[in-house]
Antibody, heavy 117, light 111 residues
Framework: EVQLVESGGGLVQPGESLRLSCAAS????????MSWVRQAPGKGPEWVAN????????YYVDSVKGRFTIFRDNANNLLYLQMNSLRVDDTAMYYC??????????WGQGTLVTVAS | DVVMTQSPLSLPVTLGQPASISCRSS???????????LNWFQQRPGQSPRRLIY???KRDSGVPDRFSGTGSGTDFTLKISRVEAEDVGVYYC????????FGQGTKVEIK
């Protein structure tokens, strides 16, 4: 059974950092692009970052460039999102997801990040 | 940047009746491989989004055949042939040829 299990969310103050993790199982993790997607309360999803199978390429939505870093550990089937200089508008549920152009498609249950003073 | 525009944003439907959601992209979603990368997602209340349709019209495993996707180029439609109670939620179109971008969402509710 394929699983994507996110962790690491929590309540932080503006300017602080968090590292999210996603543990993948049930598929060949190192063979797929992986992504982080977020959804602010009451809003639609927003793609945050993508990383290539071997970690050699990364892409980010403009609003997080220079603050967030996506990286992966293929030996342990883990995906990460390092989030620095967090802002109130980064508050969202953060989901780990596989390349959207794959079949079947997998998306985790999410970890909640709340940025508030 | 590609903009995905859905209509309507709210869709009250009667159980057993059909429903239709439109999605328009600001750029063509046809890739050089000949495929069109338009997806439809369902998000039930309190749940994560779930993909229903990929490449315009292909249903993901386990998706009931009352869901169908049509369209080409920049104009796409998701149809539910007979709405059931479990179909309540928000539906999003999403393009995955450029930077993955979602539409605003269409809230489907039972009248």
């Amino acid at each position: 059974e394929v699983q994507l299990v996110e962790s690491g969310g929590g309540l932080v103050q503006p300017g602080e950092s968090l590292r999210l993790s996603c543990a993948a199982s049930g598929f060949m993790f190192s063979s797929f692009w992986m992504s982080w997607v977020r959804q602010a309360p009451g809003k639609g999803p927003e793609w945050v970052a993508n990383i290539k199978e071997d970690g050699s390429e990364e892409y980010y939505v403009d609003s997080v460039k220079g603050r967030f870093t996506i990286f992966r550990d293929n030996a342990n089937n883990l995906l990460y999102l390092q989030m620095n200089s967090l802002r109130v508008d980064d508050t969202a549920m953060y989901y780990c997801a596989r390349d959207p152009n794959t079949v079947p498609y997998y998306w985790g249950q999410g970890t909640l990040v709340t940025v508030a003073s | 940047d590609v903009v995905m525009t859905q209509s309507p944003l709210s869709l009250p439907v009667t159980l057993g009746q059909p429903a239709s959601i439109s999605c328009r992209s600001s750029q063509s979603l046809v890739y050089s491989d000949g495929n069109t990368y338009l997806n439809w997602f369902q998000q039930r209340p309190g749940q994560s989004p779930r993909r229903l349709i990929y490449k315009v019209s292909k249903r993901d495993s386990g998706v009931p055949d009352r869901f169908s996707g049509t369209g080409s180029g920049t104009d796409f439609t998701l149809k539910i042939s007979r709405v059931e109670a479990e179909d309540v939620g928000v539906y999003y179109c999403m393009e995955s040829i450029h930077w993955p971008t979602f539409g605003q969402g269409t809230k489907v509710e039972i009248k």
